[in-house]
Nanobody
Framework: VQLVESGGGLVQPGGSLRLSCAAS????????MGWYRQAPGKQRELVAV???????NYADSVKGRFTISRDNAKKTVYLQINSLKPEDTGVYYC?????????????????WGQGTLVTVSS
């Protein structure tokens, strides 16, 4: 199982981006899916998370600007990013927990994507 991210890029302040992360393979279930980011010289931090039941949680710094959503059938999680600020710059990583893969029901406690770079600059 791999997490494949897409959608990063260079955007001006105030702009928008939509990040996507799809789990490859034949997946039976995924518990939580979320996004983390790591700014230059800083630790990786939680941005937003979505549970399989539809609950969401956001970092205070992104509330009202970022929206996480997921398509359980497609095993994909999205992050809509609006009103981008320079401090949103960083590598955004997709994360998935408690992933069960078919056909042998192999279990993965945690998976990470390779990261996608978001640069906010004029």
């Amino acid at each position: 199982v791999q997490l494949v991210e897409s959608g990063g890029g260079l955007v001006q302040p105030g702009g928008s981006l939509r990040l996507s992360c799809a789990a490859s393979g034949i997946i039976a279930s995924i518990d939580t899916m979320g996004w983390y980011r790591q700014a230059p010289g800083k630790q990786r931090e939680l941005v937003a998370v979505s549970t399989s039941g539809g609950n969401t949680n956001y970092a205070d710094s992104v509330k009202g600007r970022f929206t996480i959503s997921r398509d359980n059938a497609k095993k994909t999680v999205y992050l809509q990013i609006n009103s981008l600020k320079p401090e949103d710059t960083g590598v955004y990583y997709c994360n998935a927990n408690n992933v069960q893969e078919l056909p042998d029901f192999r279990w993965y406690r945690e998976l990470w994507g390779q990261g996608t770079l978001v640069t906010v600059s004029s």
